[in-house]
C-alpha cells in the first residue's frame, strides 16, 4: 500500500474538512438543532473548535513522528556524512517541505527529538488530541536541561493519570500552554538537583540590558535581572500608572506605564509630564520629578526552614514563582517594605471563614485569597493578583457570606465579564478557588496552584518519621505532633516581621 494509503488518508481527511466547512456555514445535510437553528449553530462551532484542537494536536503529533523518522532513514542513506552536516542537510529538507527558516526547522527536529525519545507521556496526550502542540512544546523546552529522571518525573508530574490532584482543577490539556510553561518552571525550580542558589548565582553573572530596533519608528528595550528587582520594579510601574488613572487621564495603563518607565531611567526621577519632546537633545529641559511613594504590595512566602537557613527550598514571589531562599530572607529582613513575609506554617496562619458579619474584605483575607489563586482565576488569565479585585461568589445581596470560601478575585477584565455577561463563577473553597460556566453552559474549571509540602532538614529527618503517624491535614502542609524545640520554634514563627 505504502504511498497509495498515505494518498487516500489525506484525501479522506480533505474531504472530511469540506464537510466540516459546510456545517460551520450552515449547509449540512441536517442543522444542530431542528428547535432552536441559531442556538444549534452556535452550539454546533463550539464543537467543531474543540475537535478540530483534538485533530491538530494529533496531526502535530504526526508530523513529529514523521520527522524523525526522515531524519533516522536520512542517516542511514549516508552513513559517512560528518554529524553536523548531516543535522544541517535534514533541517535544511524539512524547512524546504513545511516552508520555514532554517531556525524554525531546526527547533523543530530538536522538540521532535525530546518527544520521540524522552517524553512518551507527552506524545502519547498529543497524538490522543489531550495536548496541544504548544503545551508539548512547553514540557520539551522545561526538560531541555534536565537528566534523564528528572525530565521523566516532571512530565509524570502533570501528565501521568496517577499523578493526585483535586477533583475540580483544570487537566492539563485545559489550561493555555503558556501557563502549562509557567508550572513547569516552577516545578523545574523545586525539584532540580542542583540547588536554586547555585543557578541564581550563575543567571546573576548573566544580567544584561538589551536594545532591539523595531517598526515605524520605534524599538524594545529590556533587561535581564535578578526575579526580586525585576519584580519590584514592573509591580511599581503597575502601582504608579494606576495612580495616574482618572476620568480625564486619555491614556491607556500600558500607555502609562511606558510614559512611566521612560523618565525613570532618562531622569533621576519619575516625572509624569515627560515626553518624547523632553528626551531628545542633551535633555535639558527634563523635569527630575522625585520617585513616587507608591509601592506594590508583594507576598513572598517562606517555608519555615527556608527562612531559618536550614534548607536550600526555593520561596516562591507572588506573581513571579521560585526564587533562592537567600533572596527571599533579603526581601523580608532588610527593609524591603513593599514585600511582605508568607510563613508556611505548619499548624496554622491561614485566614479562615468570618461568616456573615461584614461586607467588607479584610487585608488578611485578601492576602489569603492571593495566595489561594495566584493569578485571576478566569481560565487561562495571567493577571497577577496585584491587580485582581475581591469579589463575593454568591452575592451578598442573596445571603452571601464574606468568607474565603464565598470569594474570587478576578482581575478588572474578568470581573467584568461576569457581572455583564452570562458568565457565572462555580462554589470555591477555602483552599480551591472557583471554575466558570459560560453562557453556552459549559464549565471550565479552574488552574490551582501545585502546592507541596515543605521540605525538612536532614537533622530533623528522625523525629518527622518518629511523628509520621500523627500526620493529619490538607496536602498543603504538614500537621504534626508535639516535638522537641516547638517552643522555640513556635516563637520564631509568631514572631512580628522585621
Known sequence: MGGEAVVKAFAEIKAALVVLNAEVDGCGSAPFSAADPLAGLADGSLDILAGAAAVEAGVAGLKARAAMKYAGAAQALAPD??????EMAVAAEIGCVLAIGPRAASAFLAASHALTTTLPLTLSALQAGTISWQHALALADETSTLDPAGAAALEAHFLDPDTPRPATAARIGEIPAHRLRHKARTWRERHHTESIE??????????????????????????????????????????????????????????????????????????????????????????????????????????????????????????????????????????????????????????????RTSYRVTKAMRNWLRMRDGTCPFPGCSNSS??????????????????????GQPCPKHHKLRHTTGWEP?????????????????????????????????????????????????????????????????????????
Do not use: C
Not at 520617585?291 to 526555593?314: C, H, K, N, Y
Not at 442573596?398 to 464565598?406: A, E, F
Not at 509540602?453 to 518527622?464: F, G, I, N, S, Y
Open 81 to 86: 556524512m560528518p554529524v553536523q552536516a548531516q
Open 198 to 355: 547555585k543557578r541564581h548565582a550563575k543567571g546573576v553573572a548573566d544580567r544584561r540590558v538589551e536594545y532591539r530596533p523595531d517598526q515605524d519608528a520605534m524599538a524594545w528595550l529590556s533587561a535581564y535581572l535578578p526575579a526580586d528587582q525585576a519584580m519590584a520594579g514592573w509591580n511599581r510601574l503597575n502601582a504608579l500608572a494606576r495612580a495616574a488613572q482618572g476620568p480625564q487621564e486619555p491614556r491607556t495603563l500600558t500607555q502609562i506605564r511606558a510614559d512611566t518607565f521612560a523618565p525613570a531611567i532618562l531622569t533621576s526621577g519619575t516625572n509624569p509630564n515627560f515626553n518624547a519632546a523632553n528626551s531628545e537633545g542633551a535633555g535639558a529641559g527634563t523635569d527630575p520629578t522625585p520617585s513616587s511613594p507608591i509601592r506594590a504590595q508583594v507576598l513572598v512566602t517562606v517555608p519555615v526552614f527556608a527562612l531559618m537557613g536550614l534548607t536550600d527550598e526555593p520561596a516562591m514571589l507572588d506573581g513571579f514563582g521560585p526564587i533562592p531562599p537567600s533572596m527571599a530572607r533579603k526581601l523580608v529582613a532588610d527593609g524591603a517594605d513593599s514585600f511582605h513575609r508568607v510563613l508556611v506554617d505548619p499548624r496554622d496562619g491561614a485566614p479562615l471563614e468570618i461568616g
Open 386 to 407: 496585584l491587580d485582581n479585585e475581591a469579589d463575593h461568589l454568591l452575592a451578598w445581596n442573596r445571603g452571601g457570606t464574606t468568607g474565603i470560601s464565598n470569594l
Open 426 to 498: 462555580t462554589p470555591a473553597t477555602k483552599d480551591e478557588q472557583p471554575g466558570w460556566i459560560s453562557p453556552s453552559g459549559r464549565h471550565y474549571k479552574s488552574e490551582h496552584q501545585d502546592w507541596e509540602p515543605p521540605h525538612w532538614p536532614d537533622e530533623l529527618m528522625p523525629e518527622l518519621m518518629r511523628l509520621s503517624g500523627s500526620t493529619v491535614g490538607f496536602t498543603d502542609f504538614a500537621y504534626i505532633g508535639l516535638s522537641p524545640g516547638e517552643e522555640g520554634l513556635a516563637r520564631f514563627l509568631h514572631a512580628p516581621p522585621a
